[in-house]
């Protein structure tokens, strides 16, 4: 139980394009999905928050133009990233937290999207 | 505010012989711990998380690990390690309604034969 799945699972686009990524919880609904950005070598660093049917929450520093997050079901989130540019290239997680019935604080991670730009 | 602090970034450890990561945090309240591993290119595994009732927590692959209130620490311990446990590990602390987890820098773990 608790998997979360990401697609694709890399991809590699032109600068200035838009690119979007999946995030579904397959076997659990999630009211509350994150998007986090990793780097080499680096732990997590947590972009935004979003909540089903509501707008995301952003982490200081984070573009909330550049990186367009929606939450449309309970078993859905994507993350669009507009106008690519090298500097996003990285390693994008997202995770998923179950509802009240079971302790909001678990998250369960997917597998990643590696995101090059060229 | 709330952080975690892995005090080792990197340990190698032969193939059998038994393994401890230590993870401390800092958090006003009663903290929720959680440790992840992470495969390379892969996503976080949680291996296991501790909430509240008994410190000696129990996690998947013969992984445990014990909340000291005390000392502000959740060290991981597995007595015997396998070559598949090469990976990086992650300790992670959050709290009761608090969706956000400050994750540690990460140790990595090798395993030599």
């Known amino acids: 139980g608790a998997v979360v799945s990401q697609h694709p699972s890399w991809v590699i686009c032109k600068s200035g394009t838009s690119v979007k990524i999946e995030c579904r919880s397959l076997?659990?609904?999630?009211?509350?999905m994150f998007w986090y950005r990793q780097f080499p070598k680096q732990s997590l660093m947590l972009m935004a928050t979003s909540n089903e049917g509501s707008k995301a929450t952003y982490e200081q520093g984070v573009e909330k133009d550049k990186f367009l997050i929606n939450h449309a079901s309970l078993t859905l989130s994507t993350l669009t990233v507009t106008s690519a540019h090298p500097e996003d290239s990285s390693f994008y997680i997202c995770?998923?937290?179950?509802?009240?019935?079971?302790?909001?604080?678990?998250?369960?991670f997917g597998p990643g999207t590696r995101l090059l730009v060229l | 505010a709330q952080s975690v602090t892995q005090p080792d970034i990197h340990i190698t450890v032969s193939e059998g012989a038994s393994l401890e990561l230590r993870c401390n945090y800092s958090?006003?309240?009663?903290?929720?711990l959680f440790w992840y591993v992470q495969s390379p290119g892969q996503g976080l595994q949680l291996l296991l998380k501790?909430?509240?009732?008994?410190?000696l927590v129990q996690g998947i692959k013969g992984f445990e690990a014990e909340f000291k209130r005390s000392q502000s620490s959740f060290n991981l311990r597995k007595p015997s390690v396998h070559w598949s446990d090469a990976a990086e590990y992650f300790c992670?602390?959050?709290?009761?309604?608090?969706?956000?987890?400050?994750f540690g820098a990460g140790t990595t773990v090798t395993v030599r034969a």
């Open positions: 992670a602390v959050g709290g009761l309604n608090d969706y956000k987890l400050s």
């Open positions: 995770s998923a937290s179950p509802g009240a019935q079971e302790l909001q604080e678990t998250q369960y």
């Open positions: 076997d659990f609904q999630a009211t509350t």
């Open positions: 958090y006003g309240a009663t903290p929720y």
């Open positions: 501790y909430f509240s009732g008994d410190t």
